[in-house]
């Protein structure tokens, strides 16, 4: 499975629970892909400031102390509104951010390993149309 991201794609993955950022980390290793890892919603957006280019997607827990992943989604998108945002939750109610209205991809907790690349890969590499 490590050969399943050759574009060696970075992933910035948020959450203030340690068990969840190794967990996460780890199937995203598996997958081949780079991984930067902040313990709050402030320390994600320090992390994504310092590389808001190289960074191709930001997966973000949404109740976060300091600042919530949807704030921190909304901040990201200020800096760069093409920004891929997924939002990960274990509460039930839809996710939207609040300035624009656009609805971000919601991954609700748990999940498993293969689940979470699973998302991580359609939100990186969407289908394109066919002519």
């Not at 490590?2 to 969840?20: F, T, Y």
């Not at 919530?68 to 200020?78: D, P, V, Y």
């Amino acid at each position: 499975m490590a050969d399943a991201n050759p574009r060696g794609d970075l992933i910035l993955v948020v959450d203030d629970e340690p068990i969840v950022l190794r967990s996460v980390t780890a199937a995203l290793a598996m997958a081949g892909y780079r991984v930067m890892v902040a313990e709050n919603g402030v320390a994600g957006l320090d992390a994504f400031m310092s590389a808001p280019y190289e960074i191709n997607l930001v997966l973000a827990d949404v109740v976060m102390p300091f600042m919530s992943g949807t704030e921190l989604a909304e901040r990201i998108r200020e800096i760069r509104p093409s920004a891929k945002i997924i939002l990960m939750s274990g509460y039930s109610e839809a996710v939207i951010l609040r300035k624009n209205g656009v609805k971000l991809p919601l991954l609700r907790k748990p999940f498993l390993p293969e689940d979470l690349v699973r998302v991580i890969r359609a939100n990186l590499n969407p289908p394109t149309a066919k002519a």
